[in-house]
T-cell receptor, first 116, second 107 residues
């Protein structure tokens, strides 16, 4: 079975540009979460979507936005890129809402974004 | 806003058990303890989780103290492929990762 897939694997942008990252969850999973991992740190929660609605948001500026489509895939958008947005962006999918008492999250390989 | 404390690093000899401690003194009654690991440049991988009882699966064992304020992840026979950053997480609706423990398994 295919795991969580993300595209692209690597991306180079310049400051001020916009970027869209994509995630396809495991078949049957309805929840997608996005995390940002800066080099040397643990992943930081950005968004959670379930059934196409935002169910949680981390401490990130409004330049970050996301959406989930009817097929449960998701996009993360970042506007007005800053050098500090350079990071590994991870997508995780789970069967149900991540607030459920047991709900393992499966992570994709991530998209490495470099902002120059 | 991580709710756990882990040592930054530890070494382990190949074939020996690796015991990874975690403190979570502010855990509330219905919060689970999860362990994930992240091998270099890959996405985090789920290992095990528990509430109050000890748990074991094919990857590891999880020992949770009776007061639930700390836990230990045990890798029974560490291999070189177990070299990774290990994260202990007290889970609410999201996974709040701290800095984790960098485990290096040496031959």
């Amino acid at each position: 079975d295919a795991g969580v897939t993300q595209s692209p694997t690597h991306l180079i942008k310049t400051r001020g540009q916009h970027v869209t990252l994509r995630c396809s969850p495991i078949s049957g999973h309805k929840s997608v979460s996005w995390y940002q991992q800066v080099l040397g740190q643990g992943p930081q929660f950005i968004f959670q979507y379930y059934e196409k609605e935002e169910r949680g948001r981390g401490n990130f500026p409004d330049r970050f936005s996301a959406r989930q489509f009817p097929n449960y895939s998701s996009e993360l958008n970042v506007n007005a890129l800053l050098l500090g947005d350079s990071a590994l962006y991870l997508c995780a999918s789970s069967l149900t809402l991540a607030g459920e008492t047991y709900n393992e999250q499966f992570f994709g390989p991530g998209t490495r974004l470099t902002v120059l | 806003d991580a709710k756990t404390t882990q040592p930054p690093s530890m070494d382990c000899a190949e074939g020996r058990a690796a015991n990874l401690p975690c403190n979570h003194s502010t855990i509330s009654g219905n919060e689970y303890v999860y362990w994930y690991r992240q091998i270099h440049s890959q996405g985090p991988q789920y290992i095990i989780h528990g509430l109050k009882n000890n748990e074991t699966n094919e990857m590891a064992s999880l020992i949770i103290t009776e007061d639930r304020k700390s836990s230990t992840l045990i890798l029974p026979h560490a291999t070189l492929r177990d070299t990774a950053v290990y994260y202990c997480i007290v889970k609410d609706y999201k996974l709040s990762f701290g800095a984790g423990t960098t485990v290096t398994v040496r031959a």
